[in-house]
Structures are given as C-alpha cells and as structure tokens.
C-alpha cells in the first residue's frame, strides 16, 4: 500500500489521474482550515460531487477495507480531512455528525490556539483544553484519527497521553532533523511511539532540511534518521503536497478571518511566498519512487512496505474501528 | 404496525414510555421549524443523546426495515423529521448530507413561502419555484420523504406532478370535511391518491370538525370521509400531537424570527391559543384505540390496518428504497 498522510489544495480530474499514475492507493485530503460547520458542509458536498463525476478514478473511504480494496480497484481512496476543528463549533455532538458525514481525520488546531488546545505557533502552548479533552474521547469512539501536525507540544503530549487511542502527527518532521516551530521534538516522537501513534514525514520545503528538498534520496535519509527517533513502526508518508494552490488560498491558509497582518506561515518574512515542490517531488505520481528510495538508503523491503502505507494501515484500522462498534 | 406520521414538541422519557404503552410502532417527530443548518444539527445530536439515554424504548429509523423491527423490539421507531427546509440553507448538496445524518421526512416549507414554494398561508401561491424541483429531485434521489402539509395547494399540486416518488401529507384534513387553509382541496386529495401518495389525518383541535374533537367516533367519521375521497389506500394518522409545548414554543413555531406581529397560526384572533387535546386523546397511547373505531365506523380489519399504518408503512418502504441504490 502506498498511503499519504496529508496532501491540500484543488483536487480535480489531473490530480486523481496523476495520484492513480503514481500508484498512489490512498490520500488524506484537506477540506478546511478555518471553516465552520456549514462551510465545511459544503465542501463535504463538493467531494460528493466530485466523487459522483470521477468516481472512475477515486472514492471517499470510510473504513481500512475501503482503502485495502484501491489497489483492485485501480481507484485512489480519499480519506476527508480537516486541519482544523473549527467544523465543531463547539460543539460536541458534532463530531458524530461529521464523522456520519465520512469525516476521519480532524486536527485539533491548526496554526492558531482554539477551545481544544495550542497551536505551534503561539508563543504559549496551554495544553489539551476542556474541550479537547471532550472531542479528543469522541473522536476515539466515533473512530477519528487525532492529528497534531500544527498543534504546540505540550498540547500534542497531553493529546497522546489522553486519547484512548493512537494518535497521528500526518504532516511533519522531527524537529531534531530540521528546528522548525511546525516539528515535532524528541519527546513528543518518543511519547507517540510508545502509544502507537504514526508521523508522516513531509515533503515540504520550509519544514525539511535542503538535501530532503533536493533529491529523493536526501529525503530518504531525513526518513531514515525519523525512523530512528521514531522506529520503523511509527513512521509514514505525509507529503503536505498543495494541488493547485493559488496566492489566495495561501492568504486563506495563513489568514483566515483572525488577522489583517501580513503572515508567513511555515515560512517567513526573508521566505515570505509560495516554495517550489522539493525537486524530487514535482508531480505527484513521484510518490510511486520512494519505496525504491528508501531501500536505496538501507531499509528492507518488508520495512519499506511499512514506511509507505503499512504503518497508516494499521493507525486506520485501530482507529476506525471504533466507528464499527 | 400502528404509525404516526407527525408528532412534535419536547419528547422525554415519559413520552416514550407513553407511546410504548400505546402500542405505537412509529413516529415522525418534528426536529425543526425555522431552524437553519447548525440548529438543525443540534437536533439531531439532541436526539441522538435522547438515543443513548433512553435505547430501551425507542431508537432512531433509517430504513423501513428498522421500522417494521419496532414490534419484536418492543420499541417506538422515530423518523427524524423538519417541518420547513430551512435547515438547507439553499444548498442542494445539503439534502444528501443530512439524508446521512438519519433525516428521513422533510416539509417543503412551514407557513411562510421560502426557497422552495408557497404556503397555505400565504395570498398568492407561487407554486413549486426552482429550488423546490431540485430539492424534490434530490429528495428522491436519496430517500427523504416530500412532505407538503403546510404547503399551499398550488405548489403541492406541482410537488406532486413534479416529484418521481409518491409524497405524503403528513399532517392535515380534507378542506371538503373542515374548510381551513391548512386542509386539503379534493383536488389535492385527487392527486395524491393518483401518485399513490398519503395524508395523516389531523388530531389538532383547530383543523378537525367538532365532532372530530369530542369523540374517537367522530374522528373516525373525519377518516372514512377521507377516505372517500383519497381511495382506503392513501390515509394514514397524522396527528400534529404536540409534547410538553409551552407558550414560549407557540411563539416560535407561529412567530420565528420573521416577525414581530401577532400570529394566530392555525387558530386565529378569536381563538388565539394553545387548544386542548382532542377529547379521545389525552393522552397519546389512546392511540392504541384508533384500529377499533375505525373498525367501529365500518372498515375492516384490513383496511384499518391500512389505515393505522400499512399505507406509511408502503409508502416509506418505497421512498426509503431509493437511499440503499
């Protein structure tokens, strides 16, 4: 299985045929960052349509068989995702709702402290909220994945400590490989290992070190050395690959409604525009290379199978679970 | 199978408790009135909590399957319900999203024109308007049950013609038996016998002829004159019971928030408020009394089953049909 993590932007007819070239056999998609309740509606509806017109190509999963099923199916599975919990608002019974709705993977916050917890950018992480804690616990019985790629640390710990079940960090680095805000530390990769939890190693030109950028085989080592922070059990592909991403969509992503100042996001003001795709990585059907990276770097077949879609199989299959019961 | 094709107000345990003892199998309960997208929402979630709390005696039906388990299980089926369509906002894709989240019968529109079409209070009846036939189309696409009770006669006529499976008029009256905007024309009652569809006869004291309210003889006599004129196959019980309703809930229903005049909704200036149950119905398990006076007035056993619940019963099973394809 070849699974990515995260990826965002515009998905129309070229991405799906770009992700099915690839051999791509699953994708969490981006479908808000800011949004409410009925925005995020909306674009629920938006993957119904696009489903009901090029459902020749992908489908929207809601359980580990649907995504097991892709490769026989020659189709990419769509797993929906939110940056954000802003599609709660505030709300506890909506959780429920979005997940009936084909939602599975929300992320507590994104780069701004909200009613769950701390961003990674704020200058004072306050922890996993009250209600966090809440939609953290209905997450899990709902069958959710919890990701905490844009959360602050110490709300990313009491989120592993606190969750019934595995977490996923779907979109970054370790932050002993490159320091970046948007990285996760030593004891943060060390806490989700111990709970079972998965990190998707991005490929991201602000969050990755030059070499990860420059060639398949640099970011193949930047896995490797996740790999031995994180073991070979606890990491995975999370591209946070942009289809079709415009200015205003970054201004969208780093502004939303909070602000009228100029923001960088994961970049800043001597980088302060969109970045280039790393150069290994410019279409997205490259995704098909990096088993072969990363048993050029030195794993085994078998642990290369898990770094490429094994280890979010199995975070799938525990986590969605739950939604059966 | 006993059905009721319109309940409303604050349902509790007691209520369940009661409709158990009454031997009653189904109910469509109301969710909202004026109620947008989010509120709506909140609805459902209320009614999943009261799901949870109170499993024991009712659960929420999807299908006409779960409704036709309700006798073994001991339980009272409810079928999630809005008497306005306002918790679309004008999104078509809405219709499918809360078709998932277990809506299964939606008004056209409450007493005032919307989106959709004209109501029976309004002076001039616009008839079916563009987004209604989308709506319709869409209603019968994924298995929601077109309801036009408070609909004006004009766009029920259209909704009638329009739509592809047969509708219901969950709650109201002949207007040939008891003239009031609320009731239907015979040529309404024409039309919907014509496309197999079915109207619940009214409990409501301001709908329902004298006779109807003193006695269960009488309402039985409203019914047989129903069914000469829709054919024993097209009426149901509708009864518009309302549940632990306060003035504060009369102010919304009639009022909302597009006034702030005085509104009489189905009683009027002479007769401004809250009316007494019907004589024969106290209490809503007097249900249970119904299949013995019709039988009483003249049906058979046969047709009173129809008329107690066979014919919803039909009609959901055929207009569910089209969620499971």
């Known amino acids: ?41 909306e674009s629920i509806g938006h993957w119904r349509d696009m489903e ?10 809601r359980t580990a068989e649907d995504i ?10 769509i797993l929906l995702g939110y940056q954000n919990a802003a599609l709660f608002e505030g709300r506890i019974a909506f959780v429920e709702l979005f997940a009936d709705l084909g939602v599975r993977v929300v992320q507590l916050t994104y780069n701004n402290q909200n009613d769950l917890g701390g961003s990674c950018y704020e200058t004072e992480d306050s922890g996993l909220a ?12 709902v069958g959710m994945v919890v990701d905490c790629s844009h959360v602050g640390d110490r709300t990313t710990l009491d989120a592993i400590n606190w969750s019934e079940q595995p977490i996923a960090i779907t979109h970054a680095n370790a932050a002993s490989v490159f320091p970046h805000k948007r990285n996760k530390t030593d004891p943060v990769l060390a806490a989700l290992k111990e709970k079972g939890g998965v990190i998707g190693c991005a490929a991201y ?15 193949c080592e930047m896995v490797a050395r996740t790999v031995d922070l994180a073991g070979v059990d606890h990491v995975g592909i999370g591209t946070d690959y942009s289809h079709n991403h415009g200015p205003a969509d970054y201004d969208w992503m780093r502004k939303g409604r909070w602000t009228r100042t100029v923001q960088y996001g994961a970049g800043s003001a001597a980088n302060p525009g969109p970045t280039p795709k790393p150069e290994w990585i410019k279409t997205v059907d490259k995704l098909s290379t990096v088993q072969g990276g ?13 770094l490429v879609g094994g280890n979010w199989l199995r975070l799938y299959r525990q986590v969605f679970a739950a939604a059966g019961r």
């Open 205 to 219: 030109r602000n969050i990755a070190p030059q070499t990860a950028n420059e060639s398949l085989r640099g970011w």
């Open 1 to 41: 299985m070849l699974i990515d993590g995260l990826q965002c932007g515009h998905f129309n007819r070229e991405v799906f045929e770009t992700l099915v070239r690839g051999g791509v056999h699953c994708v969490t998609s981006t479908l808000g960052f800011w949004e409410g309740t009925v925005e995020s509606m």
């Open 68 to 77: 097991e099923s892709a490769p026989s199916r020659g189709k990419v599975a």
């Open 130 to 141: 009250r209600f966090g804690r809440e939609v953290i616990r209905e997450m899990n019985r």
């Open 52 to 61: 009901r017109e090029h459902g020749d190509l992908f489908f929207i999963a």
């Open 294 to 306: 990363l048993i050029d770097v030195g794993f085994s077949a078998d642990e290369a199978d898990k």
